[in-house]
């Protein structure tokens, strides 16, 4: 069974940055989007970014109101892995943050996968 493995989390001061990575440990037959969730204690799971696949640009990001111009999602197609870049982080962004990817397994089915979470706390 197809696991995300994520990786880069940590405790950082404001102002600082992180970078997450993610990975599939199998192979996913078609990835049609790649992004990351996060939730804070007490709180419910939302949107933090998405990078989509297709297109003639290769397709197209979105963001979560709170981290436009702070954080950049990518991602490299050859390693199926996606990047989540974070500046001038703030300690509202503390959070567990999991890593998202809807695509098509290889027996033709539609698959939603999770990560199992990594802990980004931010506070000096």
């Known amino acids: 069974q197809v696991q995300l493995v994520e990786s880069g989390g940590g405790l950082v001061q404001p102002g600082g940055s992180l970078r997450l990575s993610c990975a599939p440990s199998?192979?996913?037959?078609?990835?049609?989007?790649m992004g990351w969730y996060r939730q804070a204690p007490g709180e419910q799971r939302e949107l933090v970014a998405v990078?989509?696949?297709?297109?003639?640009?290769?397709?197209?990001?979105n963001y979560a109101d709170s981290v436009k111009g702070r954080f950049t999602i990518s991602r490299d197609n050859g390693k199926n892995t996606v990047y989540l870049q974070m500046n001038s982080l703030k300690p509202e962004d503390t959070a567990v943050y999991y890593c998202?990817?809807?695509?098509?397994?290889?027996?033709?089915?539609?698959?939603?996968?999770w990560g199992q979470g990594t802990q980004v706390t931010v506070s000096s």
């Open positions: 998202h990817i809807a695509g098509w397994d290889t027996g033709g089915s539609w698959r939603n996968y």
């Open positions: 199998g192979s996913i037959f078609s990835i049609n989007a």
């Open positions: 990078i989509t696949s297709g297109g003639a640009s290769g397709g197209s990001t």
